[in-house]
């Protein structure tokens, strides 16, 4: 009860002085988006939720959230889940709306295809392509691929993707690739309507046959048919330059493999080779120290589209433990990502945190002054509870692995873990997420003088130190201590019951 009461006086108090600083700045202030939307967010209730439609394909399957659901209408957001077997191609797509993908297993590669930017990866004149050609019998025609940028990509990994881009992924490891997706239409850069829209450049979408006509309607704006199958098969020939009988198959008029196929020889594309890879990121990571100061230092030149899309860095692996921006080998670690780290997400407008907890460990109390955050539960689960405005619990339960739960701007949050070890991804809605947290160090109660909270409390002064200094040390993430102090209190409560 005292918590409560304390979390909601907590709400109205106090500026994020430290976060600020340590978070970094990207205009935590202003919200770029959604301004012209008036978002539903009188939630009496928050429900843990898992997907409610699944399409499959030949080579794995999508799973949707329900969009439509008042939680992702509060937020404005969309998310999905999906998997993509061993040797699947996830056909060309894009999206109304910039998305954010989290690798939660699984590795693959993936390209995406940005107007105006060159086609960098280009086949020598002999090698490699030859190989290729010479299993296309009777072609003797000597043949150079070009394409854009291919990138691996690994469990861990974060993929920001800017609307209206195209994009494939392939699966060449040995286990399903598994990712989740938040994808905000509320966004300047969606100038349709609020609902999240996928548009394939091939393929079509497979019908599941459990699905009854009304949920059909209901979810029409999932992909349906290829872009180009909407086109006159004449008029399309002529425009691509190709005969009809090429043009029936990219419309993929006969084609029921779905949005994922498989490759059946394994897909063979221009690819910098593993090792090389692994060097790059190193150099990237140089890259990315000195843009990140470079955009401290005049955070807002850009030098037209090429210079900020074409070589910016769309992915980071926030999995990696030695990422972990709070660490505490007794509760956990916590690592974010915002556009400091990835400037790519200051055109996205969406960042992320991955958090683990041990059993028993808190995430201190907490509301986003900034953004409101989907929560997906990764692995294992924590015992959770929301409090929105006038001190009233919207959630109080469990989460899940596989499970998520939007969490409305300024409502308090806290998480304890209650499996060996609890996993999770956070997707903000803001580049630069800032948390306040009630307590702890940099905390609202931290940042009081004693005097204030002794006479807001009705406590004393020792109270009030107590108080504000008992998790003091502790940052975001509390380990477990009380835990022996309450045990043995339920030892004494059973004596004394017998
Ligand atoms: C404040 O605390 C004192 C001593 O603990 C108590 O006697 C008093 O009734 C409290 N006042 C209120 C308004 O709760």
Wanted: hydrophobic share 35%.
């Amino acid at each position: 009860m005292t918590t409560l009461i304390l979390l909601s006086l907590a709400l109205c108090l106090v500026l994020p002085h430290a976060s600020l600083a340590q978070q970094g700045l990207g205009e935590p202030w202003v919200a770029q988006r959604r301004l012209g939307y008036r978002s539903q967010c009188q939630l009496e209730r928050l429900t843990a939720l898992e997907p409610t439609r699944r399409v499959p394909s030949e080579a794995g399957f999508t799973e949707y959230f329900d969009q439509y659901n008042e939680q992702f209408q509060c937020a404005g957001v969309a998310a999905q889940r999906r998997t993509i077997q061993p040797k699947g191609l996830l056909l060309p797509s894009f999206s109304n709306a910039p998305t954010l993908t989290y690798i939660v297993q699984g590795s693959g590669i993936t390209g995406t295809v940005i107007p105006g930017c060159p086609e960098t990866f280009q086949s020598p004149q002999q090698g490699f392509e030859q190989q290729l050609e010479e299993e296309v019998a009777g072609q003797s025609q000597q043949f150079r691929d070009e394409h854009q940028r291919i990138q691996f990509f690994r469990e861990g990994d974060v993929i920001a993707l800017p609307a209206g881009v195209a994009h494939w992924c392939y699966n060449n490891g040995e286990v399903p690739v598994v990712t989740i997706t938040v994808s905000d239409p509320s966004s300047n850069a969606n100038q349709l309507d609020r609902q999240h829209r996928e548009f394939l450049l091939a393929g079509r979408e497979k019908r599941s046959q459990e699905e009854s006509a009304e949920t059909e309607e209901r979810f029409r704006q999932h992909m349906g048919k290829n872009l180009l199958s909407g086109f006159e098969l004449e008029l399309l020939a002529e425009a691509l330059g190709v005969d009809k009988q090429v043009v029936r198959r990219v419309q993929s008029q006969n084609d029921n493999r779905g949005e994922i196929v498989r490759v059946e020889r394994g897909l063979q594309v221009l690819q910098p080779s593993r090792r090389s890879t692994e060097q790059e990121a190193q150099e990237q990571e140089r890259e990315e120290r000195e843009q990140a100061q470079e955009s401290r230092e005049c955070p807002y030149q850009s030098n037209g589209l090429e210079e900020a899309y074409c070589t910016l860095k769309n992915k980071q692996n926030i999995g990696n433990p030695v990422r972990a921006d709070f660490y505490n080998p007794r509760a956990g670690r916590l690592t974010t990502l915002n556009s400091q780290k990835l400037p790519i997400l200051r055109f996205i407008q969406l960042s992320a945190e991955k958090g683990v907890l041990r059993r028993n460990a808190i995430i201190a109390p907490h509301w986003r002054i900034n953004a409101h955050s989907v929560i997906y539960a990764l692995t294992g689960s924590c015992r959770m509870q929301v409090v929105g405005h006038r001190g009233r619990t919207v959630f109080d339960g469990e989460l899940r692995q596989g499970q998520l739960v939007v969490v409305p701007q300024h409502h308090v949050v806290i998480k304890k873990a209650q499996s060996e070890q609890f996993e999770w991804i956070t997707f903000n809605t803001h580049e630069n997420a800032i948390a306040n947290h009630v307590v702890g160090k940099t905390s609202s109660l931290r940042g009081l003088p004693v005097e204030v909270l002794m006479n807001s409390y009705n406590i004393s002064r020792e109270e009030a130190r107590r108080l504000k200094f008992n998790r003091g040390n502790e940052m975001f993430i509390f380990s477990p201590r009380f835990e022996r102090e309450q045990q043995s209190n339920n030892v004494l409560k059973t004596v004394t019951e017998n």
